[in-house]
């Protein structure tokens, strides 16, 4: 058994107007910056799947424009998570992760589940979503991480049925969302949405020197002491976890090299 699991970094997508100016070299065709901004970093996260539905063709296209051990983490499509009984999903899952997912094989990372900051943790509802997450696709594997963002899933039954299903809770460090550090998966996955574009690598160095260390901790399998958790009495299996990074949100013209900075940090 290896050590420690693979840490990647990355931003949330690869267009953003400013990043034509501050990221990508001048005059880069448009059609060209995924292929730069894959050999940038080594993971992004997909959001246009969450707001838009895609073919098997573009998925085959990104897999072709990123080089091998690149990952893409995938949002899942609204229509899934933003209902009001969860456990109805299954048809809008079905259709989701049928759209052609599956082609990016070893590049397709974790499927991201966002939900609303309205929606609160009913156990009965929220275990029937869970119980519709398939394993594969179109035989690949899948890996699921929940994204909650109302305070009622901060409780031990919350992280009891991420456990049992074998979804990852996301970390956000967010200025209103709940921060739930709970390991309940086989990776880690953490969106770092306090950032800044006054800094250069959207977070402060000393802020990226304790995210580096965090995630070299969860790579190696254990809990970092200082994120807080919603079941402190019960904790994972100390085994080694591949960890996902992203820069999002606030300071986002700075987010690719944010992402970089931390990958400096973990590889040196």
């Not at 959207?202 to 190696?220: F, M």
């Amino acid at each position: 058994m290896t050590q420690s699991g693979t840490i990647r970094a990355g931003m949330g997508g690869w267009t953003f107007e400013p990043w034509d100016t501050s990221f990508y070299p001048q005059k880069l065709p448009k059609t060209k910056q995924l292929g730069y901004a894959t050999h940038q970093v080594p993971t992004i996260e997909v959001n246009g799947t969450y707001y838009s539905s895609f073919r098997e063709p573009t998925f085959i296209k990104w897999g072709n424009d990123a080089p091998d051990g690149f990952i893409y983490a995938l949002k899942g499509n609204r229509f899934v998570t933003n209902r009001k009984v969860l456990g109805e999903a299954g048809e809008s899952m079905m259709r989701f992760l049928g759209s052609g997912i599956a082609a990016l094989g070893e590049k397709l990372g974790p499927i991201l589940w966002q939900f609303a900051p309205t929606k609160k943790f009913e156990p009965q509802d929220f275990e029937a979503f869970l119980k519709l997450l398939p394993e594969r696709q179109d035989g690949v594997k899948l890996r699921h991480a929940l994204e909650v963002r109302h305070d009622s899933f901060v409780t031990p039954d919350f992280v009891t049925l991420a456990r049992k299903y074998g979804a990852a809770i996301v970390y956000a460090d967010h200025a209103k969302y709940p921060a739930i550090g709970d390991l309940t998966g086989d990776f880690a996955y953490l969106r770092l949405q306090t950032g800044s574009d006054d800094n250069p690598d959207c977070y402060t160095p000393q802020a990226l020197d304790e995210w580096a260390e965090r995630a070299r901790v969860l790579a190696a399998g254990k809990m970092p002491p200082d994120l807080p958790l919603a079941d402190p009495a019960t904790s994972a299996p100390e085994k080694p976890r591949d960890v996902f990074v992203y820069f999002i949100t606030e300071g986002k013209v700075r987010a690719p090299f944010g992402a970089m900075a931390l990958m400096q940090r973990v590889s040196g």
